[in-house]
Every structure is written in C-alpha cells, then in structure tokens.
C-alpha cells in the first residue's frame, strides 16, 4: 500500500534505530536522562527559546502550553480549523476548562487583523476574557500551509499592545522553515510558548517538545508528571529525534516537490508544503467514496471531511509510489 494518509506513518530507519541504542540514558523523571537533557537545550537553543520539555505527543506539548497562558474560564482565540480546535478531542475544555473562540480562514491562512479583532483581553464581569492566541505553522487541515511573517509580525505586534501572548502550533514548522527560509530563531522571538513535532516529516517514531521560559517549562514539568506523562528512559527517543534534526529537515524540500506532482495531478495548483487538500465536492463521490477507490488501487488517503481528502508526503514513499498515484488520480478525476 502507498500510504498518503499522514506524514506520521514513517518507520524508523536502521540508521536511526543504531542512534537510538547509542543514546545513553538515565531515569528522566529524576531529570538524570543526559540525552534528552542535551536535547531539550539544543531545541531550545535552535529556537532562541531558554528551554524545552519533551513530550510524548504534539496535542500534549500544545495543552501544556495554552493551560499555562489561559486559566479555567478564560478565552483562548484561534482558527476554527485549528488542530488544538478541531483534533484534540476538546482537551483544552477536558482538562483545562478553557473556553475557546474561533475565526474563519482560507486555507487556515493567518490574517492578523480578524483574529485581532476577536480579541477581548479584559472583558470585566460580563464577557469571556481573551488571555492568549494560538496560531498553526504549517496549518495542517488549511492543506500544510505556510504563514507569512509579516502576519505574524503584525499579530505579535497587535498582541503585545493587549498584553496577549502568542502559541505556536509548530507541529510541522520544519515543513514551514524549509518552505520559507524563516529561520527557526525568527520563531522563537513571536511566541511566548511553542509546540514542535519530531513524529510528523522528520520521521522520528515518537516525539514532541513544548518550548518557552525556564519558568514556564518548570511548571509544564509539573503538569506533564499530573498528566502521566513522565517518562523514564526517553534518552532513546532522544537518539532518533537527533538523527532525525541532522539528516531529515531540508530533505523535507523534496516532500514538497512530490506534494506539488500530486496537486499538478489533481489539477490543483502547488501546495506550500507536503499536504495536498482536495476538495471533492464537484465530483460524482465523497470523500469516503473516493478514498474507497484510491484503496482498491492500492492507495491509501485520508476522508477529513465530507468533501475534503488529504494527501501527505513523507520520506518513506519512492517515485514509483509517486508516479502509481499520479496515474491512478488521473484516472479517478477525470469524470469531473
Ligand atoms: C499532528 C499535529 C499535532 C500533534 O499531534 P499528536 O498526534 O498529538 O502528536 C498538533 N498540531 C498539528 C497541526 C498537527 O498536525
């Protein structure tokens, strides 16, 4: 099977699993794990950021962060198809009693102004107060879209002047590094908390790293150790998310290249990155349906919606698989 339904799919090589046994390793919750104490500094440190916290998901990197900015009963604002909106099965609300308010996008593309406009910081006895904003870089279910700094630039700015910090769900920031030549440092500047992915294109099995303040961290370690999320001797993840960081982020160039065959296939124009979103409704199936097809050719998608399909390329698929594709959704998308 060619399996497009996510860049998470990507089995560890035998070079990285070398690394991983390599990796000395210690008791972590006793903060004794050398590797990944080597590794939370030198994320941190890539980001501009004072330190990190690795954890064992994204969705557990971004609600450390947002309960750390917002308190039970606060706001936090974001995309209405933001992964923490939409993919963390209501977390935020579960564990943390944040209430959330959402503003429409394009393709998940970040406009400073609505989201601004949104923001409520303190509202008084009467209406939900506004306490922090969250953005999504790559925005995933927008179709792997890169945000623009300048956006960015102008909500940080617009931000600051309400006293509101900024989270970034950088799950695939690699993805928007690589794409826009944004430095990871340039990030860090914006975003008082950050939430980074080494399971998504970079191909590590497991992994993911909250980044932020000395203080801020401290206090996520709390949490995460309340959450059951401490971990004993991780330091073997640490070896493969190194080998991940040395040999896999401007490899990802070629993820993209790949995405904008599939689109060009499609009839779609180039995606920013690695997700290909189409959109079926003008097609005689649904999403479902169409997903049905492509598995009897051997080809496996994700249906995110009725009408909404998602391709994603990663490092485990050849040219063959990509070629097999291309053939297969022409054929499929011809009856438009
Ligand atoms: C994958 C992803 C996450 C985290 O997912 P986990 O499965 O919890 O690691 C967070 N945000 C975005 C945008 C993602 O794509």
Redesign the pocket.
């Known amino acids: 099977m060619i399996d497009l339904r996510?860049d998470?799919v990507t089995k560890p090589t035998k070079e990285m699993l070398e690394a991983m046994v390599a990796s000395p390793v210690g008791d972590d919750v006793y903060g004794d794990d050398p590797s990944i104490n080597a590794l939370e500094a030198r994320v941190a440190s890539m980001f501009g950021k004072e330190a990190g916290l690795f954890t064992p998901?994204?969705?557990?990197s971004?609600q450390l962060s947002i309960r750390l900015l917002v308190k039970p009963g606060e706001e936090l604002i974001l995309d209405q198809t933001?992964?923490?909106a939409r993919?963390?099965l209501g977390a935020a609300a579960a564990f943390s009693g944040i209430t959330t308010r959402t503003f429409p996008s394009i393709n998940g593309r970040l406009n400073a102004d609505t989201a601004l406009a949104l923001a409520h910081p303190d509202a008084g006895p009467y209406l939900v107060s506004t306490k922090a904003i969250a953005v999504?870089d790559?925005?995933?279910f927008g179709g792997g879209t890169v945000q623009s700094l300048d956006e960015i630039q102008k909500l940080y700015k617009g931000a600051q002047e309400m006293k509101l910090p900024l989270h970034l769900?950088g799950?695939?920031i690699w993805n928007a590094h690589v794409a826009s030549g944004i430095k990871f440092s340039e990030y860090g500047k914006y975003f008082e908390t950050m939430?980074v992915?080494f399971?998504?294109g970079l191909g590590a099995p497991i992994g993911?790293m909250m980044l932020s303040t000395k203080e801020k961290i401290a206090e996520a370690r709390i949490w995460r150790k309340r959450y059951g999320a401490g971990m004993r001797q991780i330091g073997l993840l640490a070896g493969a998310i190194n080998y991940a960081l040395d040999h896999n982020i401007e490899r990802l160039k070629e993820d993209h290249n790949r995405a904008a065959v599939i689109a060009s296939a499609c009839g779609l124009s180039k995606p920013d990155t690695n997700i290909v979103a189409l959109d079926v409704s003008e097609y005689p199936f649904d999403a479902v349906q169409f997903a049905g097809i492509l598995k009897e050719n051997g080809i496996l998608a994700g249906a995110l919606g009725k009408n909404f399909v998602r391709l994603v390329t990663h490092k485990d698929l050849t040219d063959s698989d990509i070629e097999q594709t291309c053939e297969v959704l022409k054929r499929t998308l011809v009856t438009k």
């Open positions: 996510s998470t998901t994204g969705s557990l971004n933001a992964h923490i993919a963390e999504e790559t925005h995933n769900d799950a695939r939430s992915c399971s998504k993911s």
